[in-house]
């Protein structure tokens, strides 16, 4: 059975720092594209970060470039998000991704073939 599953979520002020995980079993996705995505009550999932299968490529949202830095280790089968200086609005529900077939480091979650079941982060103000 395919999995990814994030961990790391919780409870931040903000100004304070999270790091993501997501790990993969039942499949390498050291091949593949990988992003993440959040999702804030009563709103539609967004695009949050992509990684191309070497790690050389990346790709941010406008509204956490500079303060979100997506990486991963292959031999872990393994993607990360560092996430930096938190803002409430950053509060969500955050899902990370594959996209097996990539040709480029997509922004629409209907590119994507396999999602985790989701970490929440609260940023209080």
């Known amino acids: 059975q395919v999995q990814l599953v994030e961990s790391g979520g919780g409870l931040v002020q903000a100004g304070g720092s999270l790091r993501l995980s997501c790990a993969s079993s039942?499949?390498?996705?050291?091949?593949?594209?990988m992003g993440w995505f959040r999702q804030a009550p009563g709103k539609e999932r967004a695009f949050v970060a992509a990684?191309?299968?070497?790690?050389?490529?990346?790709y941010y949202a406008d509204a956490v470039e500079g303060r979100f830095t997506i990486s991963r280790d292959n031999a872990k089968n393994a993607v990360y998000l560092q996430m930096d200086s938190l803002k409430p609005e950053d509060t969500a529900v955050y899902y990370c991704?594959?996209?097996?077939?990539?040709?480029?480091?997509?922004?629409?979650?209907?590119?994507?073939?396999?999602w985790g079941q989701g970490t929440q982060v609260t940023v209080s103000s």
């Open positions: 991704a594959a996209d097996e077939s990539a040709v480029s480091l997509s922004a629409w979650d209907d590119e994507y073939e396999y």
């Open positions: 990684i191309a299968w070497n790690g050389v490529a990346r």
């Open positions: 039942g499949r390498t996705f050291s091949r593949d594209a």
